[in-house]
């Protein structure tokens, strides 16, 4: 059974980094390199949004509020998404997800793991 597990979450002031990780297990061995992986977050009451997304083609994809800030990477041989996030706003506290997609009937997510940043 696919699990993804994400960690990495904290408390981090303003300006600070963190580094998230996502770890995948169950995949059928040689598929992973096959799914989008992504990085998705959400804060009470609003929809999930899209964070960073690394496809499997090997491009990436980034929100605005993302762009500049936030790397997406992923290491297909341990099956480890990571997003490296830097120069925090509070703005960014959420909880944030990592999503594992292949077409549309492959579609599987984390529990979360989550982002503060406060002073």
């Known amino acids: 059974q696919v699990r993804l597990v994400e960690s990495g979450g904290d408390l981090v002031p303003p300006g600070g980094s963190l580094r998230l990780s996502c770890e995948a297990f169950g995949f059928t061995p040689g598929t992973y390199p096959n799914y989008d992986m992504g990085w998705y977050r959400q804060t009470p009451g609003k929809d999930r949004d899209l964070v960073a997304v690394?496809?499997?083609?090997?491009?990436?994809k980034y929100s605005d509020s993302a762009k500049g800030r936030f790397t997406i990477s992923r290491d297909n041989s341990v099956r480890i998404l990571y997003l490296q996030m830097g120069d925090l706003k509070p703005e960014d506290t959420a909880t944030f997800y990592c999503n594992a997609k292949f077409g549309e009937m492959f579609d599987f997510w984390g529990q979360g793991t989550q982002v503060t940043v406060s002073a």
């Open positions: 690394f496809s499997a083609g090997g491009f990436t």
